[in-house]
């Protein structure tokens, strides 16, 4: 009988590697699928109902492959992206076929997949419940929804019923357990701004609570910063259809500034569309990230990793290695590493840094303005194999202290924004930016660049007004690095890294200013 016992538990410990499923305490594993989505041909064309179910169907056949592979690796839960499964480019009248009927309510309890007869019209909803149930997995997708309003409602559209780009999350026994209203419509016309913003999150029992937002949501207060802030959240999922903007708004780039800045974890799905800009997912935690970016090829991408679970008392390295530094410098609080010979420091009570130069150091570094991001920057160049740098706008100064480890022939420049960004959405931004430019001259400075060989090491810091600063750090072929050390010091925010991992095209301070939109 021993014998027998002993076997059994030996099965089931050779079951659970096979299944993936052995995982570390305070882990769990988590899956996000970037989606090529097989779109129609011409989305503002009226069609009926089962035309559109079947499009849809051929993009909900493929979740559901991901799904069962992403259960086989041992993943807890799966995010898929925003527009994956109805595609984007529709008018009103266009994607209302392809709309679900979903209750956002609290109150009602309801599985698809096993209640379908409930309501009308949630072909969707019920395939994407059994996936969650046939796989065991928590499962997050995007979709549009409609839901019937009165006219005596001050916000119903005129139509009589809204249309909302929806985000939906299922438990792994298929139980609809969230729903999410996107709330900043990026040029979204088909659909409708619910009339408060959603602060939506679902309990699992891995990795405690989740919270939801999309796309566009993360450049904004309401309602990603006031749902992370007012429940204390630490774990994200986020599907996007999000088109990358260099140098400062690729998806990968400020998916882990966001993880970073807010001490979470991100579990981003985007959409796969490189002839439109469109890729970009990962699965981030404060200080590492399992990413996906290829403008290159065609396809969907599965990323599978097993990620700690954050919790309200987690720390980082960084943030141990800031605790370390304070008690080492009280006097003079340094940004420097022990790499470079300059020191800028701020000394108590000062405001401003005290500039220690070595004699002989001073160079002229001419001001000149370039277009980055379609905001007017001002620029100093970056020359020579070291130097220090200051530059101002309105209220914000920007300080770089710079070591090269050889010197290549590549231009880059140190460049500030205080003002509000007005192209492709109205928000206010405080920035610090070390960019790599496209070519030799001052012009090109804020151009979109993916290839650098520089290795710099450096110290980028700010008089930022905003608490809300997003760190950036992105190397050459869109990959990411880390910094050493970054915060706050004397209402100054910095960050600092010796010798990038590969060649550096952008180090940058991006804030938020939530007030001044």
């Known amino acids: 009988m021993v014998d027998l016992g002993w076997k059994l538990f030996i099965c089931f410990f050779c079951y659970q590697v096979v299944s993936g499923r052995v995982k570390r305490e305070g882990h769990y594993i988590a899956a996000v699928y970037e989606h090529e989505s097989i779109l129609s041909p011409n989305p503002t064309a009226l069609v009926d109902r089962q035309s559109a179910l079947e499009l849809m169907g051929r993009n909900l056949d493929i979740y559901e492959q991901q799904a069962v592979a ?112 996107k709330h900043n419509l990026y040029f979204e016309y088909a659909f409708d701004t619910p009339p408060e913003p959603d602060y939506k999150f679902f309990d699992t029992p891995f990795a405690g609570k989740f919270g939801m937002f999309t796309c566009f949501d993360i450049l904004f207060f309401e309602p990603a910063v006031s749902l992370i802030r007012q429940y204390n959240l630490k774990q994200i999922v986020y599907p996007t259809a999000w088109m990358n903007q260099l140098p400062l708004l690729s998806a990968v780039e400020f998916q882990q500034a966001f993880a970073t800045a807010f001490n979470i974890n991100i579990l981003a799905a985007n959409i796969h569309h490189p002839t439109l800009g469109m890729t970009g997912s990962g699965i981030y935690t404060p200080v590492k990230s399992f990413i996906y970016h290829n403008m290159e090829s065609y396809g969907g991408k599965l990323i599978v990793a097993e990620i700690p679970v954050i919790t309200t008392d987690y720390k980082t390295s960084v943030e141990s290695n800031e605790n ?99 192209v492709h959405g109205t928000y206010y931004v405080q920035a610090c930016a070390l960019v790599k430019c496209g070519g030799l001259n001052f012009s090109t400075c804020g151009e979109e660049v993916t290839r650098a060989t520089a290795l710099i090491d450096f110290q980028l810091w700010g008089n930022m007004s905003t608490p809300y600063i997003f760190p950036l750090l992105l190397t050459s072929g869109i990959t990411l690095d880390f910094a050493d050390h970054m915060g706050w010091k004397n209402n100054h925010y910095f960050i600092s890294k010796n010798r990038t991992s590969f060649g550096l095209l952008t180090a940058a301070l991006y804030g938020r200013w939530y007030e001044k939109d």
């Open 324 to 422: 370390v530094r304070e008690n080492l410098h009280h006097s003079c609080k340094t940004f420097i590493g022990t790499s470079l010979d300059d020191q800028v420091c701020f000394k108590d009570g000062e405001e401003t840094p005290s500039r220690v130069p070595k004699k002989g150091n001073e160079q002229f570094f001419p001001v000149f303005y370039s277009e980055m991001m379609y905001d007017n920057f001002t620029f100093v160049p970056v020359w020579g194999e070291k130097g220090e740098l200051q530059v101002c706008a309105n209220t914000l100064c920007c300080y770089l202290n710079y070591r090269r480890a050889v010197l290549t022939d590549e231009l880059y420049a140190l460049g500030v924004f205080d003002g509000l960004h007005t």
């Open 70 to 181: 992403a259960a086989r690796q041992g993943a807890q839960i799966i995010v898929f992206p925003e527009d994956g499964i109805h595609g984007f480019n529709f008018t009103r009248s266009s994607i209302y076929p392809y709309l679900d009927f979903v209750l956002h309510s609290q109150s009602v309890k309801w599985n698809p997949c096993r209640e379908p007869y409930l309501f009308n019209d949630t072909e969707v909803l019920q395939r994407l419940s059994c996936m969650a149930l046939k796989n065991k997995i928590f499962l997050v997708a995007n979709l549009g929804t409609k839901q019937p309003c009165e006219h005596t409602d001050p916000h119903c559209p005129s139509d009589g019923r809204y249309q909302f780009n929806t985000n939906v999350a299922f438990n792994a026994d298929g139980m609809l357990v969230a729903t999410y209203r």
